[in-house]
């Protein structure tokens, strides 16, 4: 049996909700699966302070205590992750951006390779499209393979014809997501996100102030891969992102060229960079 865990960013059990059910019991007529629903609202998780430890010295020394290691320990532990916001002010909601915000150094250190992410959006009118495609982008760089989700129109109150319709988007949903919970493999990169695994990776691997990341990208062995994890790359891509490679020395460069301008001289290799100023956000 396959676990997914459902972010609902909506306090009401309502529009959102009932889409999430649709979605849940399309999918159980296809196979066999566990969800975990979670109530943004029913966890403490502060506002993230803009403080940037997680970035320079580590999420573990962030300064706010509270669930948000409950919440990334869900996600790890599931075979799916599924992003469900209302359009508010044509943006997710307050809930669901916070989650992002306070997780934002997974888009430095991604994790959640071979996990895959869906959405679901609800609105009364327009504007759910750049929603959707907002939360698919977050999900990509965190490591997902993403399966292209579902805005539905929920304007209140609804006609039979409404959820008629509801019903319709979440069975086309629940099709594409179990198809692709059923793949092992991992998708091949687009040419965009091949050159911005070797930006980042050159911009770390090239700079004399090394950054908490350097780490990260050395432990899992990607200063020496063609990509995060192990997939065919053609020879035309392949050559494309070792060109793009002087881009992150470029990077590195300036980087190291103001570092030195600030304190007289490079700080030594094995050093983290903690000044808030000089963290990279690729």
């Not at 997680?54 to 532990?77: N, Q, S």
């Amino acid at each position: 049996m396959k676990k997914i865990a459902v972010f609902m960013g909506s306090a009401r059990k309502k529009t959102t909700y009932e889409a999430v059910r649709e979605f849940e019991k399309r999918m159980k007529t296809l196979g066999e699966y566990e969800f975990d629903d979670i109530y943004l609202n029913e966890y403490n998780l502060g506002f993230c302070n803009g403080c940037k430890v997680c970035f320079d010295k580590g999420e573990a020394l962030c300064p706010l205590k509270d669930d948000r290691d409950i919440l990334i320990e869900k996600m790890e532990h599931s075979d799916g992750v599924v992003f469900a916001s209302p359009n508010y002010a044509f943006q997710v909601s307050a809930r669901m951006k916070n989650l992002l915000d306070r997780c934002a150094f997974i888009y430095h250190r991604p994790r959640f390779f071979g996990k895959r992410l869906t959405v679901i959006i609800t609105q009364g009118m327009f504007g759910g499209g750049d929603i959707r495609k907002f939360l698919e982008n977050a999900g990509k760089i965190f490591g997902f393979s993403v399966v292209k989700g579902s805005v539905v129109n929920t304007l209140e109150p609804m006609t039979e014809r409404q959820k008629e319709k509801i019903g319709i988007e979440m069975r086309k949903l629940a099709i594409r997501y179990h198809t692709a919970l059923q793949r092992s493999e991992l998708p091949k990169p687009s040419l965009l996100r091949l050159i911005m695994f070797r930006i980042t990776r050159t911009t770390l691997q090239s700079m004399r102030v090394k950054l908490y990341d350097y780490d990260y990208y050395l432990e899992k062995g990607w200063f020496g891969s063609d990509y995060y994890y192990d997939t065919r790359i053609s020879f035309v891509k392949k050559a494309i992102a070792r060109a793009s490679d002087r881009f992150g020395r470029m990077i590195a460069k300036n980087i190291g060229d103001t570092e030195t301008n600030r304190v007289g001289k490079p700080l030594p290799a094995n050093s983290y960079q903690t000044k808030s100023d000089s963290s990279i956000g690729l």
